[in-house]
């Protein structure tokens, strides 16, 4: 292999646009995943019959949009996606089904993570006249913060293999710079590098949400 031909510019933009579609599909992710969450966590364990229709309603989405493989998802949002931002390409296009598959994904690691809250400290905010609103700022969410915090991380290194497969359709990032020079054009040791490149990045995802969760857990 000659890794002289590689044009490092190019790696180069592909990493940074890799890093612009994390970021920002991870931040829209938590923003909507984590409030469904709670919502899907609340409602589960109310005992109206209201509440249990929205549980309802609100799991069977989120089972539906999570079983959807996302090379099929993006194709099938690619009419919404130009509609909501123009384009269904580039690091734009692959951000909206990026945070709709994932959100949903994430909602579910928060029902599950503020789960194993202990419920003796959620009865006894409830004793003190606490609202369901200061239950979940000031009990819920400090209490399973360690675990939200591997949520993200979870959620976050999945979305690299998200970006991996949206360059299939031009999604931008390593994945479409993998597909157009290590696929279609043979050139293997730009595969290797993209590969390399992300192997990499997984690796200071999970590390960094280690620590954090390390950090945070209360000892």
């Given amino acids: 292999m000659d890794f002289s031909t590689v044009r490092w510019e190019e790696v180069g933009k592909a990493s940074i646009e890799t890093l612009q579609i994390l970021a920002v599909s991870g931040l829209f992710t938590v923003i909507l995943g984590l409030p469904l969450g709670v919502l899907l966590f609340m409602t589960a364990r109310s005992g109206s019959t209201r509440s249990r229709v929205v549980y309802t309603i609100l799991s069977l989405i989120v089972n539906i949009l999570r ?5 099929i998802l993006i194709v099938a949002l690619i ?16 951000i909206p089904p990026l945070v709709i598959s994932a959100a949903p994904y994430f909602a579910r690691l928060v029902e599950n993570t503020l789960r194993e809250v202990d419920r003796g400290v959620i009865e006894a905010a409830q004793a003190m006249g606490a609202s369901t609103g200061q ?13 939200l915090l591997a949520g993200i ?21 390593l994945g479409t710079l993998a597909i157009n020079y290590g696929y279609y054009r ?26 954090l969760v390390k950090r945070f857990t209360r000892k």
Avoid: C, H, K, W
Wanted: proline share 5%; aromatic share 6%.
């Fill in 67 to 71: 079983s959807v493989p996302f090379i």
């Fill in 79 to 94: 009419p919404f996606t130009r509609t909501l931002v123009g384009t269904a390409t580039g690091v734009l296009g692959v």
């Fill in 135 to 147: 239950i979940v700022r000031r009990v819920l969410l400090p209490e399973a913060l360690p675990g």
């Fill in 153 to 173: 991380t979870i959620t976050i290194v999945t979305l690299v293999s998200y970006t991996a497969m949206a360059g299939m359709v031009g999604g931008g990032g």
């Fill in 186 to 211: 043979y050139q293997n040791e730009i595969m290797i590098i993209a590969v390399i490149s992300m192997i990499i990045l997984v690796q200071v995802l999970q590390m960094a949400g280690d620590y």
